[in-house]
């Protein structure tokens, strides 16, 4: 009999958590104005809200914790995040910040310029804040491939590399830089090839354009690239992901994805002007050069991180479990972004919740029901997070419109997935007496989703 697979680690510490009352759930959503951001986490099961910062860290990581050096400037321990950074990635210069949206922010600072134009496949919220607050424009460019929830195809995080082209055209001398975010957010965790990030490099190359990598899950995107692209099985992950690299002039990190720690980020680059510039702005918005928001400690394992998820075994553990609970999904029969992306389940609301009008927020309405059902935080990937075109102040209703359910790594068992599947497959059955979702009473004027207050549109 062949052995069945299971998890490349054991468990060394546990924290409780605790199913409620359906009754205690109703009441704590309508105080949340149902809006799952706005829930305690005491009163949630099992929370899939993220993938960012929720993952358990290794007892490798604990233990390079206590080798912090919390020195102010030229900390041991940021040279040797900086030297895993360097081997891993390439790029020589490392700029650490609190966050991956502070890399943005303080990258953005130097580089986007009211008028300009950033090409990418659909940009991530913060990323699409930071160039629109700049009054920029995020372009997405992603292939129309990635619009069908049910069209199998192996790399739908691509960049259409003709439409970029096109963009590019259109807007000769605004354009600060390409980005291409891996793997690609937005459009369900779906990975990005490596012959479409050769093109990108081309094309680039060929309009005198840099590229910059957006690599929360960089990881997982080699993971893809190895057991899907032809040419790539024999190499190993850490291979895989230099090759990536080098087809980039400089990268924005949130380690709280693919370096499986709880805080932290970085840039990274191969050029002294970008660092220059993002110099500038790391000292006042995030502090000191060494440092940048995060304590010697968090360097320290956010480098043994890094260098654990760039093997084969931890990133086969994780995306298996993303693949097992969409094949509890495909047995029920529910409709999700296919194939299963690396970090999360897209659960396409439109395709369920087909009785309840887009003003009235499917996937939020899916989102809600699933905590009402369970307990299990989802989070809303769709009309609420796409917002409000800048210009006309008119929702945006041409995207996809998603439940995420975003794996934490290292962190839930298999046995949770499957009450995540049986929960929503009570949901699937009584698809057609939810005729009613949700009306907007209150929303912030820039990245709403996070505090949005709702009511019963019925
Ligand atoms: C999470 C994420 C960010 C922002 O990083 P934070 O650490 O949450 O600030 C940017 N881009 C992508 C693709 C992300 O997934």
């Given at each position: 009999m062949e052995l069945p697979f299971a998890e490349s680690w054991r468990i060394k510490m546990v924290e409780p958590i605790r199913m409620s009352t359906q009754q205690e759930r109703e009441q704590w959503i309508r105080e949340a104005h149902y809006n799952v951001f706005q829930l305690k986490a005491e009163q949630v099961y099992i929370d899939l809200l993220t993938d960012s910062g929720t993952g358990a860290m290794s007892d490798r990581q604990w233990a390079a914790m206590?080798?912090?050096?919390?020195?102010?400037?030229?900390a041991r321990s940021y040279y040797n995040m900086r030297d895993t950074i360097e081997r891993i990635t390439g790029f020589p210069i490392v700029i650490p910040t609190h966050q991956g949206r502070a890399a943005e922010n303080v990258l953005f600072s130097a580089l986007v310029h009211e008028g300009d134009v950033v090409p990418g496949n659909s940009h991530f919220d913060t990323t699409k804040g930071h160039i629109e607050s700049r009054k920029a424009a995020a372009v997405d460019c992603t292939i129309a491939e990635a619009r069908d929830t049910q069209l199998e195809h192996p790399f739908k995080g691509n960049v259409d590399v003709a439409r970029l082209e096109e963009v590019i055209q259109a807007n000769a001398g605004r354009i600060p830089f390409i980005i291409v975010t891996i793997t690609n957010n937005t459009a369900g965790g779906q990975p990005v090839s490596m012959e479409n990030l050769r093109q990108v490099r081309e094309v680039a190359d060929r309009y005198g354009l840099r590229v910059l990598f957006d690599s929360a899950r960089f990881a997982e995107n080699a993971y893809f690239i190895k057991t899907r692209?032809?040419?790539?099985?024999?190499?190993t992950i850490k291979e895989i992901v230099r090759e990536m690299f080098s087809l980039a002039d400089g990268m924005t990190m949130?380690?709280?994805?693919?370096?499986?720690?709880n805080m932290g980020g970085f840039i990274a680059t191969r050029h002294e002007d970008w660092a220059e510039g993002a110099r500038r702005y790391s000292v006042p918005f995030e502090g000191y050069l060494t440092y940048g928001g995060m304590n010697g400690r968090d360097m320290e394992a956010l480098a043994v991180g890094l260098d654990e998820n760039t093997e084969f075994d931890n990133l086969n553990t994780r995306i298996h479990q993303v693949q097992y609970l969409a094949s509890k999904l495909d047995e029920y029969g529910i409709p999700y972004q296919?194939?299963?992306?690396g970090h999360a389940i897209f659960v396409d609301a439109s395709l369920i919740l087909s009785k309840v009008p887009k003003e009235e927020f499917p996937a939020q309405t899916l989102t809600v029901e699933l905590y009402r059902e369970a307990g299990i935080r989802g989070c809303e990937i769709g009309y609420i997070l796409a917002d409000r075109d800048p210009v006309t102040r008119e929702n945006r209703f041409n995207g996809l419109d998603l439940l995420r359910l975003a794996i934490p790594r290292r962190t839930y068992t298999d046995n949770h997935m499957d009450v995540i599947a049986a929960a929503l497959k009570n949901i699937y059955d009584r698809r057609e007496s939810i005729t009613h979702g949700f009306r907007i009473t209150w929303e912030a004027p820039l990245m709403r989703h996070f505090t949005v207050k709702l009511e019963p549109a019925d």
């Open positions: 206590m080798m912090g050096d919390e020195s102010y400037a030229g692209e032809e040419g790539y099985a024999d190499r949130s380690a709280k994805k693919d370096a499986i720690v296919r194939p299963a992306g």
